[in-house]
C-alpha cells in the first residue's frame, strides 16, 4: 500500500511513554522497564506493519528503553561496580519523562483557554456531548490500541483470502466521509464490521488517521481506554466552505 501517514502531526515517543504509563496504571517514578519497553517495541512494530512515517525520535528513545532494561537485569555482583550516581539507570529517563508531563499539562490548560476566548467572538458550532456526558479527544496510541483490538477479532480465514479489489486509504477516506454525512458519529468498531480482509483493516485505519491530519474529523472518548467514536469536524468544514 503505497500510502504513508506522517507521524509528527500526532504524538511522540515521550507521548508513547506516558499512554503506557497511564494505560499500565504504572507509578512514573518506579517504571517496570522490561514491561513498558516490551509494549513500546509492539507499537513500534504496528507503526512499521501501518507504514507510518516514524520519526527517528522513536528509535533513540526504543534504544535507551532496551539499555537501561540491560542495566536493571545485570547480576547483583555487576550492578555494585557501577558508579553510585547510575544506582538507579531509570533516573534519566523518568526525569525527562516528569518534565515532558509538566510542559504537556501546561500546554492544555492554555489550549483551554484559547478555546474559552475563541468561543467570546466566534458562532462556530463544535462537537456537543448529550447532557451529563463528557468527551476528549482520543490520541494516536488510543487508535492504535483500538487497532489492535480489532486485528485479534479478526477470523485467521480472513487473512489467508485472496481477494481482487484493491482497496486504498483515498477511496477509504472518500466512502468515510460519505458516511458520516449520512450518520453525524459512529463508533470505531462499527467502522471496521464490514471489512472483507486486513488490506481493507489497515486502508480504513491509515483513512482514520488521515483525516484526522486533514482536520475532517475528531475522534472522542467518554472516559480513558474506552470505545472510540469518530465525529465529523464540523467547524473545519464550515471555515473550509
Known sequence: MAYKV???????????????????EIDI?????ATITEQYMEYLD???????????????????LIHVKSKMLLPPDEKELLPEEEEDPREELVRRLVEYKKFKEVAGILQDLEGQRKKMFTRDIPFEAAPGEVFFEASLFDLITAFTRVLKDVPKEMFQEIIKDEFTVERSMHDLLHMLVRTPAMSLFDLFKNSKNKTEIIATFLAVLE?????????????????????????????IG
Open 6 to 24: 506522517k507521524l509528527d502531526v500526532f504524538e511522540g515517543p515521550l507521548d508513547l511513554l506516558l499512554y503506557l504509563i497511564k494505560k499500565n
Open 29 to 33: 517514578y518506579d517504571i517496570p522497564i
Open 46 to 64: 504496528l507503526m512499521r506493519m501501518l507504514d507510518l512515517n516514524i520519526a527517528g525520535e522513536f528509535l533513540v528513545i526504543a534504544a535507551t
Open 211 to 239: 483525516l484526522i491530519r486533514l482536520k475532517e474529523i475528531i475522534v472522542v472518548q467518554n472516559q480513558n481506554f474506552s470505545d472510540i467514536e469518530i465525529i465529523r469536524n464540523e467547524k473545519h468544514r464550515l471555515n
